[in-house]
């Protein structure tokens, strides 16, 4: 028994310094404090981890210290409310600090300020969120799709970056370290032809980052023929693979394919960015006065084809059901069709289509995905439309055939 003056030794603390460094920096991680949500939206949350700070003064002194060249955060201040939604929503940038309390942080490293010097508004509108550096290149690759997607955008903004050392030292002078001034600016790099960017701070940034910066900024966004170009080779990739029995990395090709014409697909969920960019006429080769968006709306029905014809290999039916049926749902909602009207196979069919043959592609992998989950109904319904596409595909023939024998 311990006598009332006797005080446990801790044990951790005869540990040696650099392996509890490892100790701290494997809890105070941003990886290890981050939660995962549905459709990959991800949060952060350090309660747990920050009980170090309250075990005694030594312990919180080197935990403190690890915790701030580990989290590193980045405040963003803007005038439109919207702003923070659409980085959460469409970004999926998880943020550490929202509203009003955003003014009072001043932990950040960074102060990132857009606005628009001619575009009036109200004083006390300003808007404002704090991410963590980890998460500043969604960020700014948020804001490279805006502009695409909008571009009369950003020739009307103003972007300052201004650095700041969050705890500066009584004794020493104020720091940010070159290798740090790079992680901070340089992600700006990808957001372009702005009406003007102020680089400064204290500590003043260092001209080499600067220049790099802006250097970045100026070089034009690929061209659509370019873009359009780089997805049909991803996807011809991706097809060698599928072929070879390839089918993790036939994936990954295709979600990369869907990358290069600006689709981002996180978990269940896909992003389509840049149809403004893409909806003119083409002048490179191989699309000579083609027009862009319809070039890459062919894409995207043969990725969606080709990613279901993987699923249904691997055998993971509810995947390929869940990407036909969101094509097939997309394309009927565009049609101006109801889901609970009854429309003819013929009439659904639009042969038209530009990409008429891997519409009925996913028709039929989609119908032999609800097959095997059990909704035989839904599957001869798709197989019917499917064989107005496919006329002289007999492995559709067969499909119906086993499906009505099944049924019967």
Known sequence: ???????????????PPE????????????????????????????????????LNRQIYLESRKIFRDLNVSVKIETPWPEAQHHVALEGHVPMLVTGRRTRLFTGHSL????????????????????????????????????????????????????????NPSQDEEKRVTKALQRKLLLPFGVVKSLRSVVVTGDPKPFDSIERELRE?????????EHCLREATRLKHEGNTELNAGHYTEALRLYKAAWHAIHVVIA???????????????????????KNGQ???????????ANTCQVYLKLHEYEECAYWGTRSIDMLRVAMGWDERQDVLPEDEAVLG??????????????????????????????????????????MVQKAIGECALRLG
Not at 36 to 53: P, Q
Not at 121 to 130: I, K, L, P, T
Not at 271 to 283: G, K, M, P, T, V
Request: proline share 6%; no cysteine; glycine share 4%.
């Open 294 to 304: 319809a070039e890459r709306l062919v894409l995207r029905v043969q990725l969606v």
């Open 216 to 224: 970045l900024q100026a070089i034009p966004p690929h061209s659509p």
């Open 267 to 289: 978990g269940r969920k896909r992003h389509i960015h840049a149809d403004h960019f893409f909806n003119r006429q083409l002048r490179e080769a191989p699309y000579e006065n």
């Open 111 to 166: 102060n990132v300020t857009i606005d628009a010097p001619e575009v009036p508004m109200e004083n006390g509108e300003e808007q404002g969120f704090v991410v963590l550096l980890d998460d500043l290149e969604k960020f700014t690759q948020m804001w490279f799709y805006s502009s695409l997607s909008h571009g009369g955008l950003n020739p009307q903004l103003r972007l300052t970056l201004d650095l700041r050392d969050p």
């Open 1 to 15: 028994m311990l006598s009332a003056v006797e005080q446990p030794i801790s044990r951790f603390l005869s540990i």
């Open 353 to 394: 289509f530009p990409a008429a043959d891997q519409m009925g592609k996913i028709y039929y992998r989609t119908a032999l995905a609800k097959k095997e989950l059990g909704e035989r109904g839904e599957a001869r319904q798709l197989l019917k439309v499917a064989a107005v596409y496919l006329p002289r595909d007999e």
């Open 19 to 54: 392996i509890r460094e490892q100790i701290y920096r494997l809890i105070l991680q941003p990886d290890a404090n981050r939660h995962y949500m549905e459709i990959d939206y991800t949060y952060y949350d350090f309660k747990a981890a920050l009980v170090l700070f309250r």
